[in-house]
């Protein structure tokens, strides 16, 4: 079997698909984004792609270590994203001729299920409030919510005030039982995470996300002393390079790779392993599609450290498309319980509707973040 074809969809709401054709018919399908570059990461997927044009599919790390170390300059959102991209399809190739989904070739699956979390928002604190019980009455046993607006290095009191106000409603709201996130977004710097960790403490959330960008590593230590929630971070972490001294540190408790952002599953796998070494939870961040919800899962089956996923159905971002529009086999994510299954469908266990790829293809999206500058004029951290 060789590799004939790579063939990129931009579709919306802000999604990058990959199809890789084989000349005996397999195709296999990946998800290579980053969200607001999807243009760059598309060319990178071709760049990347020309190495690929008849070469077996079936030696999947090989192809990944030249991929990453081939170009001489490596690594960063870009690079890794396209990568990942290209690794997820060339694991649905390779799970579909076989007959077997992807975690059967990993080893197999520790569980059966894994819980997933919703995500609530609302500009009140009686929308969040409500949005929060409805994502309870919906089933869902955890929720995650943005921490705060943007803040200064040092900011007011009657910001942290507010913030503090819209999490405690929402633990008011849910009871004591449902798992809360509460996500940073990286907004906050040192100075007012540190108040901001120690004072989210009653709470008792089931962690707090990004509480300082990755960048800035050597804060963490100072926020976890301050703090006995758990911290997550990672999503803006692309390798198990980029993760080593993160783990060394010991500070994060939860790591964060997105399968497709940090190489795909080949190195979310590893990185995975690294973190359980260290006694650190797996919980892959993904408000993207379901080709990379699908990795994702293959992951979390064989990964004993894994313990809650991110989904994006229904979250704010997917205004014009939702998670499950684009495939003609919806059962594959069997949500129930709080739980989605682990797909056993070959591959990565999903049908996608080409033709519906297609045809969102032709409007396609040129999403981008929004940009954000404090009371003063300058640039705030989204």
């Known amino acids: 079997m060789k590799i004939t074809k790579l063939t990129t969809y931009i579709v919306p709401p802000r999604w990058l698909f990959l199809k890789i054709e084989t000349d005996e018919g397999v195709i296999g399908w990946g998800e290579p984004v980053v969200e607001g570059r999807a243009l760059t990461t598309e060319a990178a997927v071709h760049e990347l792609g020309d190495y690929l044009i008849g070469k077996d599919p079936f030696l999947i790390e090989d192809h990944w270590t030249v991929l990453y170390r081939g170009g001489f300059y490596r690594g960063g959102a870009i690079h890794m994203s396209a990568l990942a991209g290209i690794d997820q399809a060339l694991w649905d190739i390779k799970g579909k001729t076989l007959g077997q989904p992807v975690h059967s070739l990993l080893g197999g699956q520790v569980r059966d299920k894994i819980k997933v979390y919703s995500w609530i928002g609302g500009d009140r604190s009686s929308d969040l409030a409500k949005n929060a019980r409805q994502v309870v009455a919906d089933g869902f046993q955890a929720l995650k919510m943005n921490g705060c607006e943007e803040l200064q290095f040092i900011d007011s009191n009657a910001k942290l005030d507010k913030a503090v106000e819209a999490i405690a409603t929402v ?86 790779p997105d399968l497709s952002h940090a190489g795909g599953i ?102 981008r973040n929004p940009i954000w500058r404090h009371e003063d004029g300058s640039f705030a951290e989204w």
């Not at 989605?340 to 999903?350: E, H, S």
Request: net charge negative.
């Open 266 to 367: 080949t190195e979310c796998r590893k990185i995975a392993a690294m973190a359980e070494a260290y006694d650190i939870g797996l919980a892959p961040h993904c408000p993207l599609g379901p080709i990379a919800l699908a990795a994702c899962l293959q992951i979390d089956a064989v990964s004993y450290n894994a313990f809650i996923q991110e989904q994006s159905l229904g979250i704010h971002y997917n205004q014009s498309n939702d998670l499950l529009d684009y495939i003609t086999n919806p059962e594959a994510f069997t949500y129930s319980g709080g739980f989605v299954a682990i797909p056993q469908g070959p591959g990565l266990g999903i049908a996608v509707n080409e033709a519906y790829v297609i045809e969102r293809a032709k409007e396609g999206h040129r999403w």
């Open 171 to 256: 633990r008011e709201a849910v009871g004591p039982d449902i798992g809360i996130g509460v996500d940073f977004h990286g907004r906050v710097h040192k100075p007012m995470a540190k108040v901001l960790a120690k004072e989210l403490d009653p709470y008792k959330l089931m962690f707090i996300e990004e509480p300082v960008l990755s960048e800035n590593r050597e804060a963490l230590r100072e926020i976890a002393h301050h703090t006995t929630t758990p911290i997550a971070l990672g999503e803006r972490l692309y390798s198990r390079w980029d993760y080593k001294a993160i783990l060394a540190d010991g500070y994060v408790d939860v790591i964060q």
